[in-house]
């Protein structure tokens, strides 16, 4: 309550302030409580995420334009390449966008795509491996050596060649984690070394031929005739995926924190699928559901998982970000960076035996050649970051496609490997100063 003094001297009365003008006694209190109480009651704050919801498609478009401009462009560069990348080649040649072709590039993506997901598990912590073409000819090599040459039987073969790739990998992650060897130095020895373990395996021959009818002969060969197959697979996803998003959103709202609406849930299912479905068509229009296209995706899926819903794939994320921070946090760094690394050998042996099926022989020419960039690659074009800390394992399934499509158009125009090379070269590099850019904006825009 304000008080003034008259100029004639009087007493001072209540309500007058100090410029001798009077004022409405009766309101004057009212307006102070009302202010007052304003400013002791605590301040709502909304999610942006709420605002966004509640302005439909409108305040979604809006959302996205903002997260580009900032630099959050997610996948929106790759996929807006595969797009360029259809078009262009099909102008070139109409039996790019056929279903054998088509069918063909998912499996042939499928080896150097599962190095790829390995590969992304390195990037997030912000460092490379250069030996996973190494270890991939190696592991091939063990499995050939002890299935066919010494009639051990295949599934144990299969799994020693599988510990023999994690084992090197937990080996560079060991020097590099516990020693602390650069691991650029760790892995380019292993590239070394590895290659050259491989062809004493290999023995003078350089060639080993594997079992027509073998379980690795199947993984590149085999298809699931039957049409249900292709579309119980697409509906399995479909359904998994709107399963998962409404038993999320329920969790959200029972504890009390923002969820999608319905609306929104079902807008991304039907936008999953649609390529889902699609991908079924062609694969059924061709020879069916191919089985190396079930395990990749199968992978990918799971190290999604791993890397989005478990402590672990935070503590990957973590000590990407910043390896000091997370190591006052609590988290044991060398363990996270030795399995890092030995799950990148492991997928390394995995995708060395999906390429020994496409020959159905390992050999000296095992891992080598372009591969090993070509992993990398699909990992960075896909949308990992080089820097660390940011990355999806789908990353590696997009790059591998694009990847394999530049290879698949090449091929059918009869362009050489130099120009394919040149072009995958410069994919590569555009990938990486988008990445560059982006976070150099999500810096400015206050959001890195």
């Known amino acids: 309550m304000t008080t003034g003094t008259p100029t004639d001297g009087t007493p001072p009365t209540e309500g007058t302030p100090p410029t001798g003008k009077a004022v409405d006694v009766e309101k004057a209190p009212a307006v102070t409580e009302d202010a007052t109480a304003a400013a002791a009651a605590p301040v709502d704050t909304v999610d942006p995420r709420l605002l966004v919801r509640q302005r439909g498609f409108a305040g979604y478009l809006g959302d996205l334009l903002r997260r580009l401009r900032s630099g959050e462009l997610g996948s929106v560069p790759v996929v807006v390449g595969l797009l360029i990348i259809a078009v262009v080649f099909q102008l070139q040649d109409s039996a790019f966008l056929s279903s054998n072709n088509l069918s063909d590039l998912f499996v042939q993506s499928a080896g150097t795509g599962l190095i790829a997901v390995g590969i992304v598990f390195v990037l997030i912590l912000g460092e490379i491996d250069l030996s996973v073409g190494s270890v991939s000819g190696m592991s091939a090599a063990v499995l050939a050596v002890l299935n066919i040459n010494h009639g051990v039987d295949e599934g144990l073969a299969v799994l020693l060649a599988v510990l023999t790739g994690m084992a090197a990998g937990a080996v560079h992650g060991f020097f590099f984690a516990k020693i602390g060897v650069p691991a650029f130095v760790v892995t380019l020895a292993g590239l070394l070394g590895w290659n050259g373990l491989m062809l004493q395996i290999l023995g003078p021959s350089g060639t080993i031929n594997l079992d027509d009818d073998g379980i690795v002969a199947q993984l590149t060969n085999h298809y699931f005739a039957d049409k249900a197959a292709a579309l119980g697979l697409a509906t399995v996803c479909v359904l998994a995926f709107l399963g998962f998003s409404l038993l999320d959103a329920r969790r959200r709202k029972a504890a009390d924190v923002p969820s999608r609406p319905l609306s929104e849930i079902v807008l991304r299912t039907v936008v999953l699928a649609v390529p889902a479905y699609a991908a079924a068509f062609v694969f059924n229009s061709y020879k069916g559901l191919p089985l190396a296209v079930v395990i990749f995706v199968g992978v990918v899926v799971a190290g999604d998982f791993v890397l989005r819903r478990t402590t672990y794939g935070r503590q990957v994320f973590a000590v990407g ?6 190591a006052r946090a609590g988290i044991n760094v060398p363990m996270v960076r030795i399995t890092v690394y030995a799950l990148a050998g492991t997928m390394a042996a995995v ?41 999806k394992t789908w990353s590696a399934l997009l790059g591998a496609l694009v990847i394999q499509s530049i290879n698949s158009g090449m091929a059918l125009l009869g362009t050489g490997s130099a120009v394919r090379d040149m072009i995958t070269g410069a994919v590569l590099l555009a990938a990486v100063v988008i990445d560059s850019v982006s976070r150099r904006t999500q810096k400015t825009a206050g959001r890195a």
Do not use: D, P, Y
């Open 321 to 326: 970000g910043s390896s000091e921070a997370a």
């Open 351 to 391: 995708g060395g035996l999906f390429f020994a099926s496409q020959i159905n022989a390992a050999n000296q020419s095992s891992g080598a050649g372009s591969l090993l960039m070509n992993c990398i690659a699909a990992a960075v074009i896909g949308g990992t970051s080089l820097f660390g800390g940011r990355g």
